[in-house]
């Protein structure tokens, strides 16, 4: 499995967020734009959460395990694998929707003195902060899931992921 990679994930960010500025530039032009919901930061955060969640409860059972601790709960290797597919999935859907809200959001600075439009910035705010917070948790999780560099059979032992 790849490792995420933090230039495609800006590059996806990039790329959305001028998109959607241009989109939210024209939209605007022909009639009233659309909102950022209220819910959109709350998601990204709570998927932030399980994200981060799952990463620390895999660290403490990979701890255990290693430390050969009496009663230690092991790690299916599967389970982990589903994690961060799981954590890779949602940092790039997380990149994507920053970026779109990134670029509303930059749209809507130039009308701060409008309350409803000062209130769609703010949202888009917290949802790149939380979507950023998304990919943190799921780089967080990918590198709690790495395997350790293979030294016993002598070889290169390139890590990979679980």
């Known amino acids: 499995m790849r490792e995420l990679r ?30 950022v919901p ?5 998601v990204l955060a709570l998927i932030a959460a399980v994200l981060l969640a799952t990463a620390l409860s895999l660290r403490s059972r990979l701890r255990a395990q290693r430390e050969r601790r009496p009663g230690a709960k092991g790690v299916d290797p599967l389970m982990a694998a589903r994690a961060v597919v799981f ?29 409803a439009r000062r209130d769609q910035a703010i949202y888009a705010g ?12 799921a780089i967080f999780l ?6 350790p560099e293979d030294d016993e059979n002598g070889g290169p032992g390139a890590a990979s992921t679980a």
Not at 15 to 26: D, E, I, N, P, Q
Not at 88 to 105: I, K, N, P, T
Not at 126 to 137: E, Q, T
Not at 142 to 147: A, D, G, I, W, Y
């Open 38 to 42: 209220l819910a959109a930061p709350i």
């Open 126 to 137: 917290f949802s790149v902060v939380a979507g950023i917070a998304v990919i943190a948790a």
């Open 6 to 35: 933090i230039r495609v994930l800006a590059g996806v960010f990039a790329v959305a967020g001028v998109l959607s500025w241009a989109g939210a530039r024209l939209w605007s032009s022909l009639g009233t734009l659309p909102s």
């Open 142 to 147: 990918e590198r709690v899931c790495k395997l």
């Open 87 to 115: 954590g890779q999935a949602s940092a790039l859907v997380a990149a994507l929707v920053a970026g779109m809200y990134g670029g509303a959001g930059v749209f809507l600075l130039e009308s701060l003195d409008i309350p």
